[in-house]
């Protein structure tokens, strides 16, 4: 699946707030060495940078767009290419990051565990999601797609993103693995400017890119056009314009 590192960073702001709130979690140890699994366009991994200074950092990801964006942003960091899913450290990382990006990978049974085997003593791994398969936005997506001419060619979209396990599962798969677990999960409330299209313009960042992937630029069109008027009723727009976006995220911090 392909990623624009411009539609995603016009909301960076927001997109960045959860993996501040992460990042603060994490506990308070030193770090040489520290990696930003998915790290997009380099806006968590600069935040990686800040709360571990001393280390060095990296930045890995699936998307040659979003890896030109973080390295053209932090030229003095090493970032590369990579699959995350087939990721195999060389060396322990003291501090590995994932943020919303765990989301798109099957078998969260086994990555978990692999990955905090790639820790360093005591070293943490910290991981956010986001957890709205249920939300509106992301059920219109569904319907849209199973109501439209374009229903054949989006029989599998859904797919792309399995549902998400609960925060005592979450804790079950890593706490074997690690001395200490955290898991909590927050609803952030989204002010954004422009009503519906506002939020049609954030999912077309992430939630939205398997749905239009498939589809010609005709197709496209009409199934924005569809999706955007559910949108408007679904989230109404507040008296100053703007619309208030509900958006829950899951959050892990497991130290070893």
């Known amino acids: 699946m392909d990623w624009s590192a411009r539609q995603y960073t016009i909301f960076e702001d927001e ?8 990042l603060a979690a994490m506990p308070g140890q030193a770090a040489s060495a520290a990696v930003d699994l998915g790290c997009g ?10 709360r571990f200074p001393e280390a060095e950092v990296t930045g890995l990801d699936s998307s040659p767009d979003m890896i030109a964006a973080a390295q053209a942003r932090l030229p003095q960091l090493r970032f590369q290419v990579a699959d995350i899913a087939a990721w195999d450290a060389a060396r ?10 765990l989301q798109w990978l099957p078998d969260h049974a086994g990555l978990l565990p692999r990955l905090a085997a790639q820790l360093a003593p005591g070293g943490s791994l910290a991981v956010q999601m986001p957890d709205n398969l249920d939300e509106p936005a992301h059920r219109l997506m569904r319907e849209v797609a199973a109501d439209g001419p374009w229903a054949g060619k989006l029989a ?4 792309a993103r399995e549902a998400m396990g609960s925060p005592d599962w979450f804790y079950g798969v890593l706490r074997p693995h690690c001395a200490r677990v955290d898991v909590w999960r927050t609803t952030y409330h989204h002010p954004l400017a422009g009503g519906a299209q506002a939020v049609v ?19 496209q069109a009409g199934f924005l056009a569809e999706y955007h008027g559910r949108i408007a009723r679904a989230y109404p ?15 892990l911090v497991a130290t070893r």
């Open 15 to 22: 997109r960045t707030r959860p993996v501040r709130d992460l």
């Open 41 to 50: 366009p380099g806006n968590s991994t600069e935040l990686l940078l800040r």
């Open 156 to 159: 599998h979209a859904a797919g």
């Open 201 to 219: 313009e954030w999912f077309k960042g992430s939630g939205l890119r398997p749905f239009l992937q498939p589809l010609d630029a005709g197709e």
């Open 237 to 251: 727009a507040l008296p100053d314009g703007s619309v208030l976006l509900p958006f829950p995220r899951l959050f």
């Open 92 to 101: 322990p990382f003291d501090a590995i990051l994932a943020n919303a990006v």
